[in-house]
C-alpha cells in the first residue's frame, strides 16, 4: 500500500496514514518504522503494508519511506561471532574430543 502520514503523535508514539487505496485512515505505530530513523513527520508518503490484529483492528508495518525506501527490519545479527558463539564452539570441540577419546579407550581395552 501508499499512503500520506495525516496525523501523528509524537508523544504517544502513534499516527495515522491516508491510504491512496481506499482513502481510509490506517493507524501505524513508531515500531513500524525503521529502527533508528529520523522520527516520522506529518505529510509524509509511506509505502507499508496492512496487518490486522486479533481483535479485527488493521494496522500498518513494514514501513517504506517513499524517500529513502529502507524498510523496516527485524534486528540483524552481527555477522562476526560474539563470546557466546565463540563459547559453544569451544564447548562442541570438548564434547567431539571426549567422544574420540572414548571410542578410543573403548576400542583398545582388554
Given amino acids: 500500500m501508499h499512503g500520506k ?3 501523528w503523535k509524537d ?3 502513534f499516527g495515522f496514514i ?3 487505496h481506499n482513502q481510509q485512515e490506517v ?3 513508531i515500531s513500524a518504522f525503521p529502527s533508528g530513523s529520523p522520527r516520522p513527520k506529518v505529510g509524509e508518503m509511506l509505502d507499508f503494508e496492512i496487518e ?3 481483535d479485527g483492528k488493521t494496522r500498518a508495518i513494514n514501513i517504506i519511506r517513499a524517500d529513502s525506501k529502507t524498510k523496516a527490519s527485524p534486528m540483524k545479527l552481527s555477522k562476526t561471532p560474539g563470546k557466546t558463539t565463540k563459547s559453544i564452539s569451544i564447548i562442541i570441540a570438548l564434547i567431539v574430543v ?3 577419546a572414548v571410542s578410543v579407550s573403548q576400542t ?3
Fill in 18 to 20: 491516508l491510504c491512496e
Fill in 11 to 13: 508523544d504517544r508514539g
Fill in 108 to 110: 583398545f581395552s582388554f
Fill in 27 to 29: 493507524f501505524v505505530h
Fill in 5 to 7: 502520514l495525516i496525523k
Fill in 52 to 54: 490486522t490484529t486479533k
Fill in 98 to 100: 571426549v567422544l574420540i
